[in-house]
């Protein structure tokens, strides 16, 4: 056996994922709305009652995976600690960045607040177009 045919069988033990431009803009909105969203709950946790009863019945209805129903609820278990629960919500990992793009939180922001979040967080305004040159 060759060594070059040996290389191109090997399987390599890592995967390489590229994103798109697109993909970072919109995950970059995501965070941004789900900001808005812990705000909102931070200033009136009753909706947080909401948001449990609703991942609670995902779970019940095989709609959510118990790895993130979990994860999910124990952010919302944090939610006595400001700063803790903010920081998990917003985390920019790729585990969270896959969970906020199926997000428990529907219907927590109105169109105007989520509009408003993505303008003010996530619309990437330059200030001066010097950074270019």
């Known amino acids: 056996m ?3 045919s040996f290389n191109k069988r090997r399987k390599k033990p890592y995967a390489i994922k590229k994103t798109s431009i697109k ?3 919109i995950d970059r909105q995501i965070i941004a709305i789900h900001h808005a969203i812990a705000k909102k ?4 946790t009753h909706c947080v009652q909401k948001v449990k009863n609703k ?7 095989k709609k959510i995976r118990y ?4 994860n999910w ?23 969270m960045r896959r969970l906020r793009r199926n997000t428990p939180f529907v219907g927590i922001l109105t169109e ?3 509009e408003v979040a993505i ?8 200030s001066t177009v010097e950074i270019l040159f």
């Open 2 to 4: 060759r060594y070059q």
């Open 23 to 25: 993909d970072e803009n």
């Open 41 to 44: 709950l931070l200033a009136d």
């Open 55 to 61: 991942l609670e019945q995902q779970l019940d209805e």
């Open 67 to 70: 790895s993130h129903f979990i």
């Open 73 to 95: 609820y124990s952010i919302l278990e944090m939610i006595d600690q400001p700063e803790v629960f903010l920081n998990a919500m917003i985390e920019d990992t790729p585990q």
């Open 112 to 114: 105007q607040e989520r």
């Open 119 to 126: 303008k003010q967080d996530a619309s990437g305004v330059m």
